[in-house]
């Protein structure tokens, strides 16, 4: 009985030792994310048990500062990665145009989805006010207007290269 005990103990191992959890965050800045490790800050809003999968290379996350759009990085929705952009000083392909409709396409959707993200206040981006209620900050209105300012210039992009074609 104990051999049947270690057999299948011993049977186990494997098992355990390739799960993975996965792990749902919400970060300080009120942004969700998956991750297999729990950055420090974040709050587990879920645990799930991952399947093994070969780890696919990602790509890296822009350098911490503001997007082109002049947006902080740090704020909700900006883990969101889109394809690279081409380098500064490095001309386009002949007869190619800058940039095509399907990745406009898409830095219009992250943009978007950035804005609908960034809505929500961050901490101290509220200021309560003598009577009870509260106010938004300007700090609050100048990064939903940079986030703007980017979906309405992505948007312009994106007429351009439509009528480009």
């Known amino acids: ?3 049947l005990i270690f057999v299948m103990c011993l049977a186990s191992v494997p098992a355990l030792a390739s799960s993975q959890m996965i792990y749902k965050i919400q970060m300080p800045d009120g942004s969700v994310m998956f991750s297999d490790t729990v950055p420090s800050g974040g709050k587990i ?11 696919v290379n990602t790509v890296p996350a822009a350098p911490a500062g503001k997007s ?3 947006a902080p990085t740090g704020s909700p929705g900006a883990n969101i990665q889109t394809a690279p952009a081409p380098r500064p000083g490095m001309p386009a392909a002949k007869g ?14 992250v943009a978007k989805r950035r ?3 960034g809505r929500e ?10 009577g009870g209620g509260s106010r938004l900050t300007p700090e609050y209105e100048a990064r ?8 309405a210039a992505t948007e ?6 439509y009528e480009s074609r």
């Open 144 to 151: 939903i207007a940079a986030m703007e300012r980017d979906v």
């Open 121 to 130: 206040p961050l901490p101290g981006e509220r200021r309560g006010l003598a």
């Open 45 to 55: 809003l879920e645990e799930r048990e991952a399947k093994s999968t070969p780890r």
């Open 1 to 3: 009985m104990l051999r």
């Open 156 to 161: 312009a992009k994106l007429k351009k290269a």
């Open 96 to 109: 190619a145009p800058p940039e095509s409709v399907s990745t406009l396409e898409r830095e219009l959707a």
């Open 68 to 70: 082109a759009s002049g």
């Open 115 to 117: 804005l609908e993200l």
